[in-house]
């Protein structure tokens, strides 16, 4: 035991419940900092009705001396499933090292050691408690544990590998955040993905499930192949992977094929680039060159700088409003000329609204991709849920030397992959994303940039003091319900170690009906609207 971390939890024992409140709020920013240190929760992603979490260090060995506690719920009237994929807590006794969850009804646990623990619990409940204490130890990883409400009994951890099912076609709920677990997976969503892959996180690198979301994915099995082909794609790198008896693939909903792009006239940009090779003849990087089924080199950018804002742009026109779902991109593809594009945003328009970027789910903050990571290997990335547009601008925002890019559409036409959820987000003036269409086109986009940037300051200001005012809010409720679970032998350490805790907050609450709206203040133009389908999220 580390004397100097529990003074702080013996004084405020010692003080009556007012003082400490007091001191709680006053000191909620110091709060903060303490808690990163004693925190012995890991990787947390949690979304409306599902999650996941671990330890931390995860699937490292976990630190002496440290609690993780958090309360995690779905919605109201739903009952909370939760999945342990991973246990392994060294100690026998479960004295200084458990793990437990606490229901207004029920408690689970303490569970530890090589005991028999459940691998999933079916509450009663909306809301648990989970609570993780470690003492001294040489070695265990921890946990893993993932969460849904009752709305999803197929639900599966982020570790479940299509090797662990015998059935050649099956349906799994895969929680929101498996990304970031370790574990590999190697194939690609063409030729499909080695059977000793991670279920989740192939589903989330074929563009399946978006990973702050999780979501339902339909598996089928077939025979292997000889060689697994690795690519980046949606942040996750898959291997490359030898011989396997079987594999797997995810259905999908037809909308993925290649928007083949018509020769010229379709593809335009702020620039380009004009470069002279080795017989003195002028090479032209030009807009035309971007398609990635085309040979030779790439469209690149004219300005070679690196430290001005993000300005330029490879402009596509699908001649009519398609539905798209992912892209391709690579580098230059030359070898003497080491360009690529490390990350982008997407924008988007139809006729005759106005520029729009696309923005992410769960935060609204617009949405930056991961791109390449060399010259040559294609990175994909989908739209979790797609674009529906006619004309799409990628926008790099970061890159290596200069901006180089070939690209593929990949989507369907509007009417087919119907699965008709339908998400309608209504984009409020600060917007980051609204640009004024700019009537000569091959301008780069006029610099709008200062203005976001204070746009921004002014929103995240408040923000800032109230996510402080929430937190200094929840110290006087930690501390309040700690005093009166004194009874609890679980409970009463809590009290010394009140810097550990945190509550989980969901962005939104979920809506009943597959169709609902995400809006934001004033909404005065209809051509704001963005209309977005969610694709695969059913399965
Ligand atoms: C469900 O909750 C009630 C109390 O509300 C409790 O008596 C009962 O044992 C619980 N059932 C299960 C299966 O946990
Ligand atoms: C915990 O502390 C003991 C002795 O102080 C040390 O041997 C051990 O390596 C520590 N464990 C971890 C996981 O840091
Ligand atoms: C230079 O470019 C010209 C015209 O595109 C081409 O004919 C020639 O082969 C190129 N030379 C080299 C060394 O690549
Ligand atoms: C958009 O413009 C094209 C021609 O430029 C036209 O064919 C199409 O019908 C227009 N679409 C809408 C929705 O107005
Ligand atoms: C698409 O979905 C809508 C709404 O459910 C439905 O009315 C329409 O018939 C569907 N279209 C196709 C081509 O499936």
């Not at 600060?430 to 940037?453: A, F, L, M, N, Y």
Request: charged share 20%; net charge positive.
């Amino acid at each position: 035991m580390v004397p100097g971390a529990r003074g702080g939890g013996a004084l405020a024992r010692a003080a009556g419940p007012g003082l400490l409140a007091l001191l709680l709020a006053v000191s909620a920013p110091l709060r903060l900092q303490a808690e990163e240190l004693g925190d012995g929760c890991g990787h947390l992603v949690t979304y409306q009705d599902s999650g996941t979490m671990t330890s931390k260090n995860y699937p490292g060995t976990y630190p002496n001396h440290t609690v993780c506690e958090k309360t995690i719920t779905v919605p109201k009237g739903k009952r909370l499933i939760l999945r342990l994929g991973d246990l392994d807590i060294e100690s026998q006794t479960c004295a200084s090292d458990y793990l437990l969850f606490t229901s207004s009804s029920d408690q689970y646990g303490p569970y530890c050691g090589s005991m028999t623990v459940p691998k999933e619990l079916l509450l009663n409940t909306s809301e648990v408690t989970v609570r993780f204490e470690s003492g001294s130890h040489i070695s265990g990883r921890g946990f893993l544990l993932t969460y849904a409400s009752s709305d999803h009994p197929d639900l599966i951890t982020c570790l479940e590998r299509a090797s662990h099912y015998l059935k050649t076609e099956y349906s799994k709920f895969c929680p929101a955040g498996c990304r970031d677990v370790a574990g590999d997976i190697s194939g690609n969503m063409v030729d499909g993905y080695r059977d000793t892959s991670l279920l989740c996180k192939a589903a989330i690198h074929a563009g399946i499930i978006a990973d702050e979301l999780g979501g339902q994915i339909s598996v089928l099995q077939r025979k292997g192949i000889s060689r697994y082909e690795g690519i980046l794609a949606n942040g996750v790198l898959s291997r490359d992977g030898s011989l396997s008896d079987k594999r797997f693939l995810f259905t999908s909903n037809g909308c993925s094929r290649s928007l083949s792009l018509e020769p010229d006239g379709q593809i335009r940009a702020s620039s380009s680039w004009q470069s002279v090779n080795e017989s003195g003849d002028q090479v032209h990087w030009s807009p035309g060159q971007a398609r990635l089924q085309d040979q030779g080199p790439s469209w690149a950018s004219g300005d070679s700088s690196n430290n001005h804002k993000p300005r330029e742009w490879l402009e596509i026109d699908l001649g009519e409003k398609k539905k798209i779902t992912g892209i391709r991109t690579t580098g230059s593809t030359q070898s003497n000329f080491n360009f690529y594009v490390k990350s982008f945003v997407m924008n988007f328009k139809n006729n005759n609204s106005k520029w729009k970027t696309y923005k992410g789910i769960v935060n609204n903050e617009e949405k930056v991709f991961q791109g390449n990571s060399n010259f040559r290997d294609p990175v994909q990335n989908n739209f979790i849920p797609p674009i529906v547009a006619r004309y799409v601008r990628v926008v790099p925002q970061t890159w290596h030397q200069r901006i180089a890019l070939k690209v593929e559409l990949i989507g369907c036409q509007i009417t087919q992959g119907n699965d008709s959820l339908v998400w309608r987000k209504t984009s409020q003036s600060t917007s980051v994303s609204t640009k004024k269409e700019d009537e000569t086109i091959t301008r780069p986009v006029p610099s709008e940039e200062t203005s976001i940037g204070i746009n921004i300051t002014t929103v995240a200001i408040p923000l800032v003091l109230l996510v402080v005012l929430v937190f200094a809010g929840m110290g006087i409720f930690a501390a309040f319900r700690k005093k009166k679970k004194k009874g609890s032998p679980y409970g009463s350490a809590e009290a010394q170690k009140t810097d550990c805790w945190k509550q989980i907050k969901y962005p939104f609450a979920r809506h009943q009906s597959a169709e609902f709206t995400i809006s934001y203040d004033n909404e005065k133009e209809m051509t704001q609207k963005l209309d977005l389908i969610t694709s695969d999220m059913a399965g």
